[in-house]
């Protein structure tokens, strides 16, 4: 099939790679090349062992690979040969200076805007896939358009709602795709490019167009309120524990109310991911900005009771377990932030870890697919920790086994077995409310579940 459409993505990561695999796997009309500064990362993306795990990835970059998808670090050549730019480079929360810990780093960011210009020599459509602070369009047009090659460059937001773990049943049948432009001659036409590309897949009505502010306040705002969700269940739940009602059954019933809807309202650990907390803390430095601290303290809000309730583990534990656990093997059972993913950026898990060193308790951390990067995290505290693959030995003579990611794996174990190597009273702490609390209790695992009182 003949190629109408070149596209380049710059920034080979969890959302550029899946996504231009995807669009590639879907468009063979469109040649989709995807660029990085990482070497490593690219040869990865090039070999057998793809450099993040998703499930269906593999097949979709097997069928698309060398057709009509390729990964190079020629960035310049890659642009310069692009009709459409996607930037899906990262965009971490600044550690430094004005908004250190809330406003978005924009370095990387802006590198990439300078460096389009520069190759350049014919206008193009410049796509933002990160999600960004709002107006950083504005930010990039100037940069863009601001040259004397008399160039123009139409620049999208085209933000990502794909979920890891899902990322390619998200990407094939997304709920929406949602594209702002300016609402002038040329936004308008370049929108209607890139609706061209996704109408491959995606039924028209479920492509979004907006103007270019409210697509990247969108992004922003659907994080916020999925956190939020999970928060307002997780601040629920600690009345739960304290009351005898349980969370589940609570969630479950508020859920069925058709105008609230089932979904994130599982109560948890709390929340991790490279979005949430980085977007919400990226709306309320927005607020802040725009002289609205009110907002910004509602939206800090639901970071800060995700905080808490990840705290709150490590004090259950310390309260069940006659207040001490220093010099005691806990068992971590999991590391990832959620399931399905070896991604663990802002995992609760490491919170819980360093908790229990705080405790001067040992932890031992194991995972099916997160072992890597938990050692990366892990790297300041590597001595104090012990990563184990195989979860049977991992709670082999621990005194407390900690659920902290909801791999399906771990509530198919034998517990029986587990009970047994360890030492007793045998504790379980369930993060995930995964286990079958009911039949570990039978084996006799002292059980607590986040959100789960004592019914009398
Ligand atoms: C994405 C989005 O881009 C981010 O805005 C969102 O909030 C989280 O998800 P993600 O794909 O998960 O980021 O980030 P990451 O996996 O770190 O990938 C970014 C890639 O960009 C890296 O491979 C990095 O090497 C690359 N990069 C970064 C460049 O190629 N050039 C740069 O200048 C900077
Ligand atoms: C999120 C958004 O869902 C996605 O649309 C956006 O593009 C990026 O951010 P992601 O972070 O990959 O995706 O995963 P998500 O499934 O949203 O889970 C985020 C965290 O919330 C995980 O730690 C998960 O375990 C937790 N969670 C989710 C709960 O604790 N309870 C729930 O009910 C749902």
Redesign the pocket.
Known sequence: MSIKTKITCIGAGYVGGPTMAVIADKCEDVRVTVVDINQARIDAWNGDALPIFEPGLDEVVARARGRNLFFSTDIAGAIKDADIVFVSVNTPTKTFGHGAGKASDLQYWEKTARQILEVCDEGKIIVEKSTLPVRTAAAMERILNSNDKGLHFEVLSNP???????AIRDLFAPDRVLIGSHQTESGLAACEKLVEVYAHWVPRENILTTNLWSSELTKLT??AF??Q??SS?NSISALCERTGADVDEVAHVVGRDSRIGA??????I???????KKDILNLSYLCEYYGLPEVAAYWESVVKINEWQTHRMVSTMLERMFNTIAGKRIAVLGFA??ANTGDTRE??ANLVVRDLLNERALPVVTDPKAIPDAKRDLADVLDRVVFEEDVYKACEGAHAVVVCT?WKCFAELDWKKIHAGMEKPAFVFDGRNILDAAALAKIGFEVACIGKGKAD
């Open positions: 990502e709602f794909l979920a890891e773990g899902t659907a994080n999925l956190a969700r999970i269940i979904k994130f309202l599982k109560a948890s709390g929340f991790g991911g490279s979005c949430f932030f959620k995992s609760p909801e």
